[in-house]
């Protein structure tokens, strides 16, 4: 069975035969998929310029026993501005490895694959801070995965008022009945998070904060996400390692 589809691609590997591509895509009606291509590596070959990573492609694609097989691939954006610095690309593989493991596979993947391309955009452009489209990523693909923090009360006792955010309840929490282990939370960052999580996916990048508030969001929102999925990733520290 053919199907084509609109993908982006997470990761890639080239240690495969003499010329053959072995790629990871994130899909909109598939999901998360593996998938070869043959030839991809020699100069001549169609295919080679939209399988590499980070290139969003229309894949044509057949299904084999345990992988599909492309059989066609046009690029339709390779955001070139994302690769002309190094903390930019790392972000950016940094968001593939996180769509790997959180969107889901053999299902439809639209908001993921629409919030990738969207934090790709404002990387290559440069037209948001990069500690903002981090955040955004990841409050936003571990919401999409099932792990929406609740931001509204106190997880312990309904207090309207809240001050701290416990990383492995995925609560905020009012001072009385705060722990050793929850982070302290401005009213600003409160309301970015609750942006992120509850807006419109078309509006989730659509705020400001003044520098230390993206400190604060960017702080809490990976501690929330290492939390949540309990491992760590080596994109993650190679991006701190630019810092």
């Known amino acids: 069975m053919k199907l084509t589809t609109d993908a982006l691609i997470i990761r890639e590997n080239n240690n495969i035969g003499e010329a053959d591509r072995f790629v990871t895509a994130l ?3 598939c999901g998360v998929i593996q998938a070869s291509v043959r030839g991809a590596r020699r100069v001549k070959n169609p295919n080679g310029s939209a399988t590499q990573l980070l290139c969003y492609s229309r894949l044509s694609l057949f299904r084999g026993r345990d992988k599909y097989i492309v059989d066609d691939a046009e690029p339709l ?3 070139f501005g994302v690769r002309g610095q190094l903390e930019t690309l790392s972000l950016a593989q940094y968001f593939c490895e996180l769509a790997g493991v959180l969107c889901p596979r053999e299902e439809p993947a639209e908001d993921g694959l629409r919030l990738l391309l969207g934090a790709l955009h404002y990387l290559s452009k440069g037209t948001r801070p990069l500690s903002l489209v981090k955040a955004v990523v990841e409050l936003r ?3 999409a995965a099932g792990y929406t923090p609740d931001l509204t009360v106190c997880g312990a006792c309904g207090a309207e008022e809240v001050s701290f955010f416990s990383p492995v309840r995925g609560v905020v929490l009012c001072g009385n009945c705060r722990d050793a282990a929850a982070l302290p939370l401005s009213a600003g960052v409160l309301a970015a998070m ?3 999580a509850y807006a419109p996916l078309e509006k989730c990048f659509a705020f400001s904060l003044s520098d ?3 400190a604060q969001l960017a702080y809490v929102c990976e501690r929330f996400l290492l939390a949540q ?4 990733f080596k994109t993650l520290d190679f991006y701190h390692s630019l810092q």
């Open 27 to 29: 899909t909109r009606e």
């Open 229 to 232: 999925v309990d491992r760590g």
């Open 77 to 79: 954006e390779v955001f």
């Open 212 to 214: 230390e508030g993206l």
């Open 194 to 196: 609750r942006h992120i």
């Open 141 to 143: 693909l571990l919401c």
